[in-house]
């Protein structure tokens, strides 16, 4: 199939949901990226901070770059000011907001979920998230908490799968009702992958992040 075409059966997957398709598109060309384009897809994830600034210079300036990889702290300087929503924030939010300050800016942020069973992921846990959403932030007026990122446990087990966006649905919906803060607006849901995206879908998501199933498999 073609990239045009994979978009366009993801797209109509989505129709009629509050769901946004991030097309991932790391370690592909830029040409792969405007075939997407050509089809209608305006939001691109890349998950390096060097390659996200690239490709960016060269392609249309309607795209939306999201950061999904693990942000590293000598690298916010970067991207602060170039990324549309940066999904994979945990500890470098203080450094966001300085950079965001002194660049007279707001950044919008999701906070990332530790939501696997595998302790490889990043991600905070519930207890750091009550923390973080009970007082930390509030005073962090240079950044925009957009919502919660999750990654699932890589597994064939569908069921885990479901239990882990479950878990995470119901924590963003905790805080949703909860949290009433000015810079925290809990309106974005970002989970599911080319593997399990339809399984997110079904369980709330409100943005998938797909590459593979777009793009074709990777080769690193
Ligand atoms: C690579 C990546 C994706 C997309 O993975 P696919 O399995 O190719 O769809 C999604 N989210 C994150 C954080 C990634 O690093």
Request: glycine fraction near 6%; aromatic fraction near 6%.
């Amino acid at each position: 199939m073609s990239i045009e075409l994979n978009v366009k059966e993801i797209h109509k997957k989505i129709q009629g949901k509050k769901c946004t398709l991030i097309a991932v598109s790391k370690t592909k060309p830029e040409t792969a990226i405007l075939s997407a384009y050509e089809a209608g897809q305006l939001d691109f994830g890349e998950n390096k901070v060097q390659e996200l600034l690239n490709k960016k210079q060269g392609l249309p300036q309607n795209i939306r770059w999201h950061l999904i990889g693990h942000l590293q702290r000598n690298k916010v300087k970067q991207v602060v000011g170039q990324a549309h929503l940066i999904h994979s924030v945990d500890s470098v939010r203080l450094l966001i907001q300085k950079q965001s300050e002194k660049n007279n800016l707001t950044s919008n942020l999701l906070l990332q979920v530790h939501i696997a069973e595998e302790d490889t992921k990043f991600g905070f846990s519930e207890a750091e998230l009550d923390e973080l959403l009970g007082s930390d932030l509030e005073k962090m007026n240079a950044i925009r908490i957009k919502g919660l990122m999750g990654m699932a446990t890589f597994t064939e087990d569908r069921e885990q799968v479901r239990k882990e966006f479950r878990n995470l649905k119901k924590l963003f919906e905790k805080y949703r009702e909860s949290v009433r803060f000015e810079n925290v607006v809990m309106e974005e849901l970002s989970m599911g992958m080319s593997n399990d995206f339809e399984l997110a879908l079904e369980e709330g998501s409100t943005m998938i992040r797909v590459g593979s199933a777009i793009f074709g498999t990777r080769n690193y």
